[in-house]
């Protein structure tokens, strides 16, 4: 058996709760391998809406375990939130014995979350727009080797260790003005911290080899976007973590030879939200257009998010880097009533005409050069055979697997679970 693996081509928010949603009953795991609370991932079914950020997308069904992996970074305070939420809702997935997580899954402090507030005050204008959920400043402690991990929550000296680290933490927000006063999520975060003993500890690696052993399926869940990879995204507009496919690797302990399908997703457009270089914005009525009827405000943070036309150049270089072997295009239903769609084919940069994505999008921006498609008006929400699919649609869709190289193998026409075809 292989890890599959579904992941963000874009600058995230393409959909991946959804989808991960749909696939997981062909999976007998779904798994976590980076980021943390930063991420929303949103699935709606049966009428209901729900937002995960640190649980993985397959907790609404029934044989599947779900992991959170090493590679990510966990804030316990939101994980127990989210926990609550779920159980208000009839669901209690600790209880049902279906979530665990991995004991060198790093964690997020309070003071994490004030050094991230810091850093980006200081910023001023030129600031990331990070989610502000520490994530930035775990990553640096995991990197800095000071982090402190899932499995030392249960070591008798416990709280030294976090003592030690808040007060370096302290020393460095002393640099940056009065520290805030964090009293009462200090009490949350040691409350939370009794809860997460509660959901069971493992070794990742260990688990996620023995299911491959033992035949099992893995479904890896890739959080953020390829364009906000810590290596290969618009730094240094990104995240703090690989989100490409070798990240699941790292992010689970699994070799790059187990890794099976690499499913990327799109939307039929694009988006990004906090700060960076985003070629195709369309900071016009156009963009808001676009913005209103993909209700395009974040599922973590609630801000507007920035929108534009699809961007080839830079599918291209994520399917490049993730190795992607099949696509899905989310929020097809959201183009319906344009008269034309742009396609960002090129990018002239410095008067040149490129196809790929420049070293420096941000001192020169490049120029989206674009074709034009036509448009199709039909309500998309209630299709359910690939043959109902309108005609103008079908040829945006083959045109953008000829400029790929792969087949995209689901169309998403709206939020449900249920909205979401098989292509092929
Ligand atoms: P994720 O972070 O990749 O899981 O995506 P988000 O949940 O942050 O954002 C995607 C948003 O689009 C959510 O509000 C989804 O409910 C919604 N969505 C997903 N697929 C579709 C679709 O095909 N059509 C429409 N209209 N909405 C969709
Ligand atoms: P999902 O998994 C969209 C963006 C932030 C900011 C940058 C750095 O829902 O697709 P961070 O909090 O990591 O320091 O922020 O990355 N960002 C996301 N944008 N979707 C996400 O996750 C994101 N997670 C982080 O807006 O620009
Ligand atoms: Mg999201």
Not at 160 to 182: M, T
Not at 317 to 324: F, K, T
């Amino acid at each position: 058996m292989q890890v599959d693996v579904l992941l963000g081509l874009q600058w995230g928010d393409e959909g991946k709760g959804k989808i991960v949603d749909v696939l997981c009953p062909n999976y007998e795991m779904i798994a976590r391998f980076q980021g943390g609370p930063n991420a929303g991932h949103t699935l709606e079914f049966d009428g209901q809406k729900y937002v995960l950020n640190t649980i993985p997308s397959g907790i609404f069904n029934k044989g599947t375990l779900n992991l959170i992996g090493n590679g990510v970074v966990i804030d316990p305070i939101t994980l127990k939130r989210e926990l609550d939420t779920l159980k208000k809702n009839g669901f209690d997935p600790v209880a049902d014995g279906k979530l665990v997580i991995a004991r060198k899954a790093h964690l997020i402090l309070p003071t994490h979350q004030l050094l991230d507030a810091a850093s980006e005050s200081k910023m001023g204008a030129g600031k990331i727009g990070s989610t502000l959920k520490g994530i930035g400043p775990t990553y640096m402690d995991k990197t800095g080797r000071n982090g402190l991990r899932v499995g030392d929550t249960t070591l008798p000296d416990f709280m030294e260790r976090y003592q030690r680290l808040v007060e370096k933490h302290k020393s460095i927000l002393s640099h940056y003005g009065e520290i805030p006063d964090f009293s009462e999520r200090e009490q949350a975060f040691l409350a939370a911290i009794e809860f997460l003993k509660t959901i069971p500890h493992v070794d990742s690696e260990h688990l996620v080899n023995q299911y491959l052993r033992d035949g099992k399926s893995i479904l890896a869940e890739g959080a953020q976007g390829t364009l906000l990879d810590i290596d290969f995204g618009s730094y240094p507009f990104v995240t703090s973590s690989n989100t490409t496919t070798a990240g699941a690797c790292t992010g689970l302990g699994v070799s790059p030879a187990k890794i099976g399908r690499v499913i990327g997703i799109f939307k039929a457009y694009c988006t990004r939200v906090g700060g960076g270089p985003f070629p195709t914005e369309l900071a016009n009525e156009t963009g808001e257009k676009l913005r209103q009827l993909g209700h395009e405000f974040g599922a973590t943070t609630g801000r507007a998010r920035r929108t534009g036309w699809i961007d080839l150049p830079a599918l291209k270089y994520a399917v490049m880097l993730n190795g992607v072997t099949e696509l899905v295009m989310t929020k097809a239903d959201v183009l319906s009533g344009f008269d034309t769609i742009q396609v960002c084919t090129h990018y002239l940069q410095n008067g040149e005409k490129i196809d790929y994505m420049p070293y420096d999008i941000i001192s020169v921006p490049p120029e989206p050069v674009y074709e034009t498609l036509p448009g199709w008006h039909e309500n998309l929400c209630h299709i359910t055979e690939p043959g109902q699919i309108p005609q103008t649609l079908q040829d945006y869709i083959a045109y953008l697997e000829r400029h790929l190289g792969i087949p995209i193998r689901y169309l998403s026409v709206g939020p449900d679970r249920m909205q979401t075809l098989v292509l092929s």
